[in-house]
């Protein structure tokens, strides 16, 4: 397959993509980033993590520049922590919605807007939190703040709602959020281990891909001038509506069915290997800088 030498700008989902089956960031992989930097192009990372959530990742790669946060609700100048766009969830809909999970027995976990609200996640009293979102709100250090039903809540400052729960209860409450609320709302999956999923649901202008538009236009970065590259249902937008959309070898079959190019797994170097590709490809007009290894 040969590359064209259009493209400028590449945006790297983090879990599953960027970071291995440790969570890491490969050695050879950081390096990859950071020739791309210094041959001019625009690297971001467009994560379902908040920026809170995605700091680890930030230092471990070293490469601060305009992310993408929350599945395309937030952006962040990750230079300085500026939030430059927030999208938030409709307080009606997302009471309405909160109710209809917990009535299916779940505990909601309602992301906020943490400078306007005090607190990192309002989540559902009385049901427990797994293991998996315990662990995962301790090590982040997340404020959570218990109240007796997120359906009675405001909800004035909730960007995202979440439950999480076994593919088949994730399932049963997806299928339940289509027939009830259809395009009022954003609804998808994501894969926390074989049968563990987090359904997440967002205002239906939110993805991935939105955000790494509005980057792309403060750059002057053409729509097809952006490789995205990404392995889970939240990146399904982006990598097929880029001008080369990449799916890992650990993607998901559907991710996999939309992109251009499929390359290694997480596991590997394979997308390091990549990212040198783009960097060293002999027709760019990017740059013609040199492999900083």
């Not at 109240?147 to 399932?171: E, K």
């Not at 729509?223 to 097929?240: A, K, L, P, W």
């Amino acid at each position: 397959m040969t590359e064209t030498s259009d493209y400028r700008m590449i945006a790297l989902d983090l879990d599953g993509t960027l970071l291995d089956p440790q969570a890491r960031v490969r050695p050879r992989l950081k390096q990859a980033v950071h020739q791309l930097v210094s041959c001019g192009w625009t690297v971001c990372f467009a994560t379902g993590r908040s920026y809170l959530e995605s700091q680890p990742v930030l230092e471990q790669v070293d490469h601060y520049d305009l992310g993408v946060f929350i599945g395309g609700a937030v952006l962040v100048d990750t230079r300085n922590g500026a939030t430059l766009f927030q999208q938030k969830m409709q307080p009606v809909l997302a009471k309405e919605i909160s109710g209809q999970l917990e009535n299916l027995g779940h505990a909601v976990l309602a992301l906020q807007d943490s400078s306007a609200a005090g607190a990192d996640y309002y989540a559902t009293a009385g049901v427990a939190l797994n293991a998996a979102t315990t662990h995962w709100m301790q090590h982040f250090n997340a404020r959570v703040t218990r109240i007796g039903s997120l359906g009675n809540f405001d909800h004035a400052h909730t960007i995202r709602l979440g439950i999480v729960g076994s593919t088949g209860q994730t399932s049963q409450a997806q299928q339940l959020l289509k027939e009830r609320f259809g395009s009022n709302v954003l609804v998808h999956s994501l894969r926390v281990s074989s049968d563990v999923e987090v359904l997440e649901c967002f205002d239906p202008s939110v993805n991935k891909w939105e955000g790494i538009r509005r980057i792309a236009r403060q750059r002057d970065i053409m729509e097809s001038q952006i490789i995205t590259v990404g392995d889970d249902s939240n990146d399904q937008i982006m990598i097929q509506s880029a001008g080369l959309g990449v799916a890992m070898g650990n993607a998901k079959p559907q991710i996999k069915a939309v992109a251009k190019r499929v390359i290694g797994t997480n596991s590997s170097d394979s997308l390091a290997e990549f990212l040198e590709q783009m960097a060293n490809t002999e027709s760019s007009t990017i740059c013609s800088c040199e492999d900083p290894r």
